[in-house]
Structure formats: structure tokens, C-alpha cells
């Protein structure tokens, strides 16, 4: 069942997974916002303001001329006012307006912050496509332009463009005063550009010296400290809000409260990494995208921090470390991570042009703070981001305040706490398991109702592929397609998703998922690495999987069996979703795979379970199947592959997919 949210039925969903002090929480939140409706807060007055929170001398100079140079290309084509934002082209970023959705032809309504009925589409229009311009990382882009380059052209219309946004959302007014992730991120982006502009004689005209911007900065740490997100809610967005909060009381820290807020945000983003992270190095919510966003945010926090001279806990360092070395672990031979779980293309900063890739920028930056291991894949490319980064942070070494910690000697498969695991194969195979929990927190908000889906790549082109996310809001019926059961590699009974979903970032019962071997070395030695796992989300049915990889044969084996609650038979529908890249020829229960990788033809079989009837589906729309998301708000048709049947109580269903040389 879908239900929309804001809908009666949704609050009284989102209502029972709140516990009694996140509701009083709640209360005292819209107590305030009450109160401030008639009676905003003033900010103070501020008189020799400075910004000291510069780049060292060289740091620019360390740039690689190859990632200056994609930067400046990005940069020239958002100064030609060209941009594209979750498949939405845009030609209106000389002069943009702040309220307007390309994507419906929209414009968000004028009034007081709370008012706005921001998840509702029809009113607002798209606002993941409102907000995402005003997080001003286009403008870090400008900024880091001038910087490089020392166009005052990039300075300018980075001024042109925060002084307008800044005289068209005034504090508590409109949609961009609603969420609190919003102004976490701009906050951070702010800090940025300042310390980027930093040669430019406008500068300091811009931000210290300017009673708009030192109001606007002052209201924003003022609402984060006000009405941060709370227990549920306290996911990805909490370590936004905290991170720029930190940073911003770190560079601008010029006002009566800036020590207290530092304080505040930095207690609240060390307990908040920690309780978002498992202790194996993965993000709670097992949702690889919000991985990126939080391991970015947790290092630009620190880097605040250490230009400001500011200590930090060192589990706040110890908790990125191990971040960073469980992405190393998890990526494929091209460096790209698992797609599991919501993915909304959120970044914590951006100063890089197209075609630089995130996961190696990340494990570059990684590389400098804190070393890479002998078992970490290589990084050839080149970012912007890490040479400014890594000009603050202090490396982990030399870092008195550094824990001695013990690293993996040898490069990780099996992330219990997690219940992800990696299998890898010979010719480049990956594969990943899904025995973990359904997500993070009582509503699991961008979890997916995938337990013990699979995910293989061969040589990091998507073979069983996980089809990604597409959408949050505005279209239910597209969001629920992509997050559900039939949209990933696994098993369907009855038509139900193993997790109940009570609206768009909320899962009202929760399937629970265990690992029962994880056998991992087996095919890197040139044997059989084992993994198999179940879940109890078709009570009183189990659903159990057994995967097994063999070198030898390039061989992948999957057998799905349905344990229990089996009388009478219940219908079971299995998914196999290929990579938008993949040709599938089926005939009967066997398709031959084929594509391209590097120019080169390349080939696979599969065969699937004969008790089962089969048919191929692609880019079908009532109701949505054979679909692939490479990004947020972004689809193309695919093929998928979807076998009927019923369930006999231990009748194994097995799916054999084989490599060719």
C-alpha cells in the first residue's frame, strides 16, 4: 500500500515510530514555530568581523592541471547559465529564479517557512529540483573557479547571485527556510566560497563586512540549533545539519553564540557520525549514496576544525577512517560501490567539474588524511576537492589526538554488522549479498524492501543489476516500484514486499534478515566462496538464499527455497533486473546475455528455475517493470527478467549464471 505523505494515515504512521521524547521534541518544535511566526529573532549586531580561515599558501598550485581543467569547463557552463540537475536541463543560471521547478513548470508559493506544503508536488512543484540550486554548490564551483584561474568574472557572479538569493528568502520565508538539511549544506557551501574568493577584492564586502550576509548566516545556525532533526528523523540529514552548523561556527565565527554553537554541533556530529556508522565502517542506513554524503560532510567538518584549530573527539576521526576503508573494500575493479538502498545524487561539496569521479575523489582524500592500505584499489584520476582538503586536515599520522588503531590487513569481504558481502570472482566478477537489516532507525526512511537481493557487475559493467531509486516525491507510483521487493533481484510472495511501506520515507514493519555463511576466500583462491542467508518478512513463510561463486567455471549459483506457511501454496514471483547495457535473448527458461565493455564483445548465460514461467519485461509503465535510475530523477528501460510460479515448503528454485571467456 502506498500512502502519500502528509495524508491523515501517514501521520498516524510517522506518529507510531516516534518514541515519547521525539515527540515531546516535536511539540516543543511546533511550539516555536508558533512563536516565531509573530515574533522572529533578531540577529545581533557585528562590527570587525574577519575571516581568517584561508587555504595555506600553494594549495592551489597543487591542483592537477587536468582536474583544473574540467573544473573551468564546468564553470564556464554555468556562467553561460547551463546546468543539469536529476535529468532536467536548465539555460536559466545567469539569472536564476530561486522558487521555480523546470521539471513541472512550478513555483513554489511566498509565506512563512512552515507554512509551505513542501512535499506536496501540485502545490510546490518538484522541490528536490527548488532546492538543489539554492545548496549554492554550483556556486563553490564559481568560486573554486576564481581561485584557479583568478577570473574576477566567477567572483562576480558568485557575489551577484548569493546577493540576490540572500534579498529574495528572507529569513523564515519560503521554501527554502523548510528543511534542515538545506541549510546545513548551504551553510558549508558558504564557508567555502568565502575562504575560495578569499584573493578577490569584493570578498570581504560580500560576508563580514555585509549586514545581509552576517544576518542570513546568523539566522541560519540559529534555526539548525532550534530545530534539528530528532530521533527517527536522525539520519544523513542530522550529520548535514551538524556538519555545517560546525563549519559554519568554525569560519564565521563572529557572533555572541558562535562558541556555544561550535560546541553544540561538533557534540552532536561526533555522537551522530557514530550512531549513524557501523563499527565495521558502513553507513547505518544502507544506502551507498548517503554513505558518500556522510564520509564527504564528516571531512569537511574536520577540515574546519583543523584551519580554525579547533580539537575534535578523535572518534570523530577514527569513524571516517573507518569509512574510508570499508568503500575501499566494497567497490568494484572500476571503483564503484554497491547500489543499494535510496541514492538522490547529494553531495557534502563540490568543487570539481564533470566527469570526476566521486568514490575515487573520495579514497584520494582518503589516501592523504589517513594512508592507504597495500590491499586498497588504485586511484589513477584527479579531483580538485582532495588538494583542498588535504591543505587543512591534519594527516591521522601526525595527528596527536589519533587513536593507534588496527586497519584490516587484508582487504574486507563480509561486513557482519552490515550483512553486506562482497564475493569476487576471476574476469572481474563482483558480487554482493544483501543479508542485513532492512535500515536504519524506526521508519528506515531510505531503506528499500530488498533482503537477500543480489548484485553482480563483470568488470564493472551491471549484469543482475539493483535498478537504483528515480524518485522521492510526486510520483507514488514510481517511488514504490523502485524500492520495492519486485524491483530487486530476490523474491516476491503474494504480491507483498517483505517490508511494509506506510508512505514515501517510511517502512511500518520492517523484515529481519541473518547471515548464515559467509564464506568469502573460496573463489579468489580458485574455489567456491559460499554465502547464504534469510528473512522472516512472509511470516509464518522463511525465504532462504544460498549463493555460491565458483572460479573455476566463472560460474554464480543461486537457489532461492521457501520454508513453512506453505499450505496452500502461495504464489512466488522472481526477479532477475539486468543492467541497461545487457541484451537478453530468452528462450524458455535460459537467456544468453551479451554486451560490450572497451570494445569488446562479451557473453554470459543464465539459466533460471524450470518449475517457474518466464517472461522478459522492459520499460513497461502500467505498472512500472524493466526500468533502470543511473541518477536521481533520471530512468531508462532495461530488461527484466520475472519468473511465476508457486511455493512447495524446502522446493529449491536454482539460477545459474555463467561467465564465457
Not at 198 to 220: M, T
Not at 367 to 383: E, I, S, Y
Not at 425 to 444: K, Q, Y
Request: hydrophobic share 40%; aromatic share 8%.
Amino acid at each position: 500500500m502506498t500512502v502519500s505523505s502528509g495524508s491523515p494515515g501517514w501521520y498516524l504512521r510517522r506518529l507510531s515510530r516516534m518514541g515519547p521524547r521525539e515527540v515531546g521534541g516535536r511539540v516543543g518544535d511546533a511550539v516555536r514555530r508558533r512563536r516565531w511566526r509573530s515574533a522572529r529573532p533578531d540577529s545581533p549586531s557585528v562590527t570587525g568581523a574577519r575571516f581568517t580561515a584561508v587555504l595555506p599558501a600553494g594549495t592551489i598550485a597543487a591542483v592537477p592541471p587536468d582536474a583544473a581543467k574540467r573544473l573551468v569547463a564546468e564553470a564556464d557552463r554555468l556562467m553561460a547559465g547551463h546546468a543539469e540537475y536529476f535529468g532536467v536541463d536548465r539555460d536559466d543560471l545567469a539569472d536564476p529564479d530561486w522558487w521555480y521547478d523546470p521539471k513541472t513548470g512550478r513555483r513554489a508559493p511566498w509565506g512563512y517557512a512552515f507554512d509551505v506544503p513542501y512535499r506536496n508536488e501540485d502545490a510546490v512543484g518538484d522541490i528536490k529540483q527548488i532546492w538543489e540550486l539554492s545548496r549554492h554548490q554550483y556556486l563553490t564551483v564559481l568560486a573554486a573557479a576564481y581561485a584557479i584561474t583568478g577570473d574576477e568574472r566567477y567572483a562576480e557572479r558568485v557575489a551577484e547571485h548569493l546577493r540576490s538569493w540572500w534579498a529574495g528568502n528572507a529569513p523564515l520565508r519560503g521554501v527554502h527556510w523548510t528543511s534542515g538539511i538545506e541549510l546545513g549544506i548551504r551553510l558549508l557551501s558558504w564557508v567555502w566560497i568565502r575562504r575560495l574568493l578569499d584573493g578577490w577584492p569584493g570578498a570581504a564586502g560580500l560576508f563580514e563586512d555585509n549586514p545581509v550576509a552576517l544576518r542570513q548566516i546568523w539566522h541560519h545556525q540559529h534555526w539548525l540549533a532550534a530545530f534539528p532533526s530528532r530521533g527517527s528523523s536522525a539520519n544523513n540529514h542530522v550529520v548535514a545539519e551538524a556538519a555545517g552548523q560546525f563549519a559554519a561556527a568554525c569560519a564565521f565565527g563572529w557572533f555572541p553564540s558562535s562558541a556555544r554553537l561550535r560546541a553544540d554541533a561538533l557534540r552532536s556530529l561526533e555522537r551522530q557520525l557514530r550512531s549513524n556508522t557501523f563499527p565495521s565502517g558502513l553507513n547505518r542506513e544502507l544506502a551507498t549514496e548517503y554513505h558518500g554524503l556522510v564520509l564527504e560532510l564528516g571531512l569537511a567538518a574536520v577540515a574546519e576544525a583543523d584551519a580554525a584549530g579547533v580539537p575534535v573527539p578523535a572518534s570523530i576521526r577514527l569513524v571516517l577512517l573507518r569509512m574510508t576503508d570499508a568503500l575501499a573494500a566494497v567497490v568494484d575493479n572500476r571503483l564503484r560501490p554497491p547500489r543499494q538502498g535510496d541514492a538522490d545524487d547529494g553531495h557534502g561539496l563540490v568543487v570539481d567539474g564533470a566527469g570526476t569521479d566521486r568514490w575515487a575523489s573520495l579514497l584520494a582524500t582518503g589516501d592523504a588524511v589517513f594512508g592507504r592500505l597495500a590491499w586498497w584499489p588504485a586511484v589513477t584520476g584527479t579531483d580538485v576537492r582532495t588538494p583542498l582538503l588535504a591543505a587543512l586536515i591534519r594527516p591521522y599520522s601526525k595527528n596527536g589526538a589519533a587513536p593507534a588503531v588496527s586497519r584490516p590487513a587484508s582487504r574486507p569481504a563480509h561486513f557482519a554488522d552490515a550483512g553486506m558481502t562482497i564475493l569476487r570472482g576471476p574476469g572481474e566478477i563482483w558480487c554482493r549479498c544483501d543479508g542485513g537489516p532492512h535500515g536504519f532507525l524506526s521508519i528506515a526512511a531510505h531503506a528499500h524492501a530488498d533482503a537477500l537481493s543480489v548484485e553482480v557487475r563483470h568488470d564493472g559493467v551491471d549484469v543482475l543489476a539493483d535498478p537504483g531509486t528515480y524518485c522521492y516525491h510526486g510520483q507514488p507510483e514510481w517511488r514504490q516500484y523502485f524500492r520495492s521487493t519486485l524491483g530487486h533481484n530476490t523474491l516476491r510472495l503474494d504480491g507483498d514486499d517483505q517490508s511494509v511501506s506506510g508512505g514515501p520515507f517510511l517502512w511500518t514493519r520492517h523484515a529481519r534478515s541473518r547471515v548464515l555463511v559467509a564464506d568469502t576466500s573460496g573463489a579468489t583462491d580458485g574455489g567456491t566462496a559460499r554465502w547464504c542467508a534469510e528473512h522472516d518478512g512472509y511470516q509464518p513463510s522463511v525465504h532462504r538464499r544460498r549463493v555460491e561463486l565458483t572460479a573455476a567455471s566463472q560460474e554464480l549459483r543461486v537457489v532461492d527455497e521457501v520454508h513453512g506457511g506453505l499450505s496452500p501454496r502461495r504464489a512466488l514471483r522472481l526477479a532477475f533486473h539486468l543492467g541497461p547495457t545487457i541484451a537478453a535473448d530468452l528462450e524458455g527458461n535460459r537467456a544468453v546475455l551479451t554486451w560490450t565493455r572497451d570494445g569488446e564483445d562479451r557473453s554470459a548465460t543464465l539459466d533460471l528455475p524450470g518449475q517457474l514461467s518466464w517472461r522478459a519485461h522492459r520499460g513497461e509503465s502500467d505498472p512500472p517493470l524493466g526500468w533502470y535510475s543511473a541518477g536521481f530523477g533520471r530512468k531508462e528501460p532495461t530488461t527484466t527478467l520475472v519468473g511465476t510460479g508457486f511455493a512447495d515448503d524446502a522446493q529449491g528454485f536454482t539460477t545459474v549464471l555463467r561467465f564465457r571467456d
